[in-house]
């Protein structure tokens, strides 16, 4: 038992998808149980990192953000670089940021290694009388593509907490 005290976790998760689905604040939600109103004001850092117990193991998630670049259609490859899970977002109303969703596998694919957790996050999910995607096209793509699928709200912070932990508790059983 005492070597295991010292054991240390830290896994590497990255948020893609579209302009302003929401997954800045996805990540300030998670990190810091913040939501901002101004979609403008990027938050200037890489990455939040937030410790989660998991079977009684410390765990640090190193959540990163894209900061913007995908504006540019060009995420780079630092960015990917060792990430262990992903989380892949759309606006639920917004069909197109949907349609978006397999070319972001594809990225994700090209960058990262198959056993990399993913979650499918049909994020504003409170924008219920604007809903452009139902929930059953989301949990078939999920299911077609073999992902997690979870409706989640930054704003209201539905099932945020629950989207990353179940990432993070996949990778924790991909590992152990
Ligand atoms: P990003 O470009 O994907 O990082 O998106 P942002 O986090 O910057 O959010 C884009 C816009 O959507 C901002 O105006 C946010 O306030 C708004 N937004 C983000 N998440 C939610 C959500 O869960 N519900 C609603 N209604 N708006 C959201
Ligand atoms: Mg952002």
């Not at 913040?34 to 004001?41: L, M, P, T, Y």
Request: hydrophobic share 40%; proline share 0%.
């Amino acid at each position: 038992m005492a070597e295991e005290e010292g054991e240390e976790y830290l896994f590497k998760i990255v948020v893609i998808g579209d302009s302003a689905v929401g997954k800045s604040n996805l990540l300030s939600r998670f990190a810091r149980d913040e939501f901002d109103h101004n979609s403008k004001a990027t938050i200037g850092v890489e990455f939040q990192t937030q410790v989660v117990e998991i079977d009684g193991k410390e765990i640090k998630a190193q959540v990163w953000d894209t900061a913007g670049q995908e504006r540019f259609r060009a995420v780079t490859s630092a960015y990917y670089r060792g990430a262990v899970g992903a989380l892949i977002v759309y606006d639920i109303s917004r069909k197109t940021t949907f349609e978006s969703i397999k070319r972001w596998l594809e990225e994700l694919n090209t960058h990262c290694d198959t056993t990399v957790a993913r979650m499918l996050v049909g994020n504003k999910c409170d924008l219920e009388d604007i809903r452009d995607v139902s929930v059953e096209e989301g949990k078939s793509l999920a299911e077609e593509e073999g992902l997690f699928f979870m409706e989640t709200s930054a704003l209201n912070s539905t099932n945020v907490k629950t989207a990353f932990e179940i990432v993070i508790r996949e990778i924790y059983n991909n590992i152990s």
